[in-house]
T-cell receptor, first 113, second 112 residues
């Protein structure tokens, strides 16, 4: 089954404790992206990757890092989480670059205390 | 900067009626527009894509229109069912950007 898998689905952490949200897709897509979704603001892009070892900032990259060492994986790293990073995070992938049909993961709800 | 507006108020309709959702945009010239469905606690799921040179697109009970003069897309669900209750997101691309720009979504509630 074609899917994008994120882990963890739910996480409560404290300010400053580094965490990683993993994302893996099994569709051999070149393009992958991370979004955060906050009430009333819609989906905002954090980082994206056009291919292995190629990453770039989206609209709200501050406080986040990513890496793309393998085609299927695109982890999101919060080096020192802060309460304003409490949000619902989605990973997405596409075979058509950043503007084609996106396949989303189930989401990771992060709370930073 | 580019702006996308979807009705922030929930749309409540009776089962069997046609639901119409609106997506308006400014400061943007998209080549196409996509609609996604999002259920609570789930990731968005792609429904339809309509290009700027297409006035209308249909898929089963779904119909999308795209008016580049009005800078507006309408999303229709005919013969709506309670199972259609969800939040619907519009997304525009590329318009000179290497990404989709998403609206905040409109929640649809279909009552039996």
């Amino acid at each position: 089954e074609a899917q994008v898998t994120q882990n963890p689905r739910y996480l409560i952490t404290v300010t400053g404790k580094k965490l990683t949200v993993t994302c893996s897709q099994n569709m051999n897509h070149e393009y992958m992206s991370w979004y955060r979704q906050d009430p009333g603001l819609g989906l905002r892009q954090i980082y994206y990757s056009m291919n292995v070892e190629v990453t770039d900032k989206g609209d709200v990259p501050e406080g986040y890092k990513v890496s793309r060492k393998e085609k299927r994986n695109f982890p999101l790293i919060l080096e020192s989480p802060s309460p304003n990073q409490t949000s619902l995070y989605f990973c997405a992938s596409s075979s058509s670059g950043g503007t084609g049909e996106l396949f989303f993961g189930e989401g990771s709800r992060l709370t930073v205390l | 900067s580019q702006k996308i507006e979807q009705n922030s108020e929930a749309l409540n309709i009776q089962e069997g009626k046609t639901a119409t959702l609106t997506c308006n945009y400014t400061n943007y010239s998209p080549a196409y527009l996509q609609w996604y469905r999002q259920d609570p606690g789930r990731g968005p799921v792609f429904l339809l894509l309509i290009r700027e040179n297409e006035k209308e697109k249909r898929k089963e009970r779904l119909k999308v229109t795209f008016d580049t003069t009005l800078k507006q897309s309408l999303f229709h669900i005919t013969a709506s069912q309670p199972a259609d209750s969800a939040t619907y997101l519009c997304a525009l691309g590329p318009g000179g950007y290497n990404k989709l720009i998403f609206g905040a979504g409109t929640r649809l509630a279909v009552h039996p």
